[in-house]
């Protein structure tokens, strides 16, 4: 348990910030899942229109720190090179 109120107040800044980077994660989870869907079922025309949205939700995700800018990077080469 926390003794000092400094203390408590990162404990709740922490679980604050621990449940938004969750939140990014999983949108990020998402739509690398979305776009191999697209990909595995052969739907390459809705991959291609996908593709700028998909960008710019890694790239969002990868802005603030939760998901490293390298593999961001690396998921969006893999996937435009399909």
Request: proline share 2%; no cysteine.
């Amino acid at each position: 348990m926390p003794n000092t109120k400094s203390a408590i107040k990162r404990i709740k800044k922490t679980q604050l910030q621990t449940s938004v980077n969750r939140i990014r994660k999983s949108k990020y989870k998402s739509a690398v899942k979305q776009m191999a869907i697209y990909l595995d079922s052969g739907k390459i025309n809705e991959a291609k229109k996908f593709l700028p949205k998909f960008h710019s939700q890694l790239m969002k995700v990868t802005k603030t720190g939760t998901v490293s800018k390298k593999t961001a990077s690396r998921k969006i080469s893999r996937v435009t090179k399909k």
